[in-house]
């Protein structure tokens, strides 16, 4: 496996499937935005940041578990599943989904905040976690102890793909944070198509799954 390998299945794949991924996924993304959107107008800068989170919780477990249900359906050869099968399966999920979220968003806050490498570490180690979570129905803290495992022969493959993923998302979310206050209809699109351009990130960790432990293990 090389990073360009993976790359270029996770965009073949999303390509292909985005008449599917963008009703399946967007409209959570959109009313994560509109609610963060409307919570920034609501509350000064200070405030803002721990209630986006919170938002980011309710709606982020949703198109997410429902992304790797369909990429779970379709890599096993099975009939996809409707995407209301999908969200209700999805939200059934939500529960150990949402803490999980909270958890490696906490561990990789505070890996960012004492120094930008930590932070990185962390976060290519629990890349795995939410595959197990819904491949294999694993809790929150198992997932993210079997991930820090499983991603140990794979985090050069993961660091570079993923990173390949996230420098643009990040300069376009940077762009976003200037715009916010000038042009709230420019910002709540870029947003959306930053929301969008993130599901990369999790058809890529998939991507990296099967290819890597699984077929080890296998």
């Excluded at 959570?28 to 409307?38: P, Y």
């Excluded at 429902?66 to 399966?89: K, N």
């Excluded at 999920?93 to 890996?111: C, H, M, Q, R, Y």
């Excluded at 979310?173 to 870029?190: F, H, K, N």
Aim: charged fraction near 15%; proline fraction near 6%.
């Amino acid at each position: 496996m090389n990073p360009i390998a993976i790359l270029r299945d996770t965009w073949y794949f999303f390509s292909r499937h985005l008449g599917t991924l963008l009703p399946l996924c967007l409209p959570w993304i959109f009313l994560e935005t509109l609610t963060q959107q409307q919570l920034s107008i609501a509350a000064n800068t200070q405030q803002f940041a721990p209630w986006g989170m919170a938002a980011g919780l309710i709606f982020y477990p949703i198109y997410t578990a429902s992304l790797l249900l369909y990429l779970d359906d379709f890599s096993d050869g099975r009939e996809p599943r409707r995407i209301g099968e999908l969200w209700r399966a999805s939200l059934r999920l939500w529960p150990a989904f949402a803490l999980l979220s909270a958890l490696t968003s906490l561990l990789i806050f505070i890996g960012f905040s004492l120094m930008f490498l930590p932070g990185l570490y962390v976060m290519i180690k629990l890349a795995f976690a939410e595959v197990l979570l819904v491949r294999r129905g694993m809790g929150p803290i198992d997932a993210m102890r079997e991930s820090f495992r499983l991603t140990g022969g794979h985090f050069f493959l993961l660091l570079t793909t993923l990173l390949a993923i996230l420098a643009p998302t990040w300069l376009l979310e940077t762009w976003i944070e200037q715009l916010r206050v000038d042009s709230p209809g420019y910002s709540m699109a870029l947003s959306l198509l930053s929301g969008v351009l993130q599901l990369l990130l999790t058809v890529a960790a998939y991507r990296i799954f099967m290819l890597g432990p699984l077929r080890e293990e296998a």
